[in-house]
């Protein structure tokens, strides 16, 4: 296990419990490149290769050629600067701003990023692909598919899904069933639900280690604490028994 830097970290005022997830990792991994779910080929390989994995998964469905894109939900900006690095002309938004500081931080003016909801975004351009890692299951599904239709033909999702009426996360049909109403038609489906599991596991088995050290560095309580490892094992049930699946959807109109 690495140490964790001295002084209090910079993200110790992420949202809960995003920064719990993110004292874990840069205490275990020595750096936090990405908020999103790893994609394990095996569940004992360091989870930075498996983030990273996603991340691929993702390049390698949006336009091969130089295009206009649009990152919904940039995490820490790392996705959007391989996109710029490449040559994209990529923008990215988010409605957290202390995301938005953290990726400023990180790469300065090299990055397009805007504060705001996807709902309030508009452009006079039309995007070449719009993206989702992680991020749709924060905006109603009418809002999102509307907002998208205005702005491009090419929508990709990365993302987890109910599939039963329990839990929080959106109904997988009902995802679909607004991407229709609004022209979108399924051009891929691929279900990563088995190698996106193992990323809850990760940290249910690292939460109870590092539990004092959450507290004393995040000013957590340990109810807290213990409160998240509860969910986490309930979460891990929901997926474990079908409830909610993982998946990369790929729509155009």
Known sequence: MRAV???????????YPLNVFMHILTAEEGDVRYLHYGLFEHEDEPIAIAQERSTELLLSRLPQSLSFLLEVGIGLGTTLAKLTAMGHSAI???PDEKQIAMARERYGDLLTVYCLPFER???????ACIFFQESSQYIPSDALWGKARELTRHVIVIDE??????????RYDDFLAAAAAHNFHVEEKLDLTRKATPTIAYFMKRIPAHRERLISDLGLTGQQVDDLVESGRN??????RGV????????RR
């Not at 975004?121 to 995007?127: G, L, Q, R, Y």
């Not at 979460?235 to 474990?240: E, F, Q, V």
């Not at 909610?244 to 729509?251: D, E, N, Q, S």
């Open 5 to 15: 830097s001295a002084g209090p970290p910079p993200y110790r005022d992420f949202y």
């Open 244 to 251: 909610y699946a993982y998946r990369l959807l790929v729509f």
């Open 235 to 240: 979460y891990l049930d929901l997926y474990r």
């Open 161 to 170: 899904f109910a599939m039963q009426d329990e839990g929080t996360l959106h």
């Open 121 to 127: 975004f508009s452009s006079p351009e039309k995007f």
């Open 92 to 94: 990215g938004i988010t």
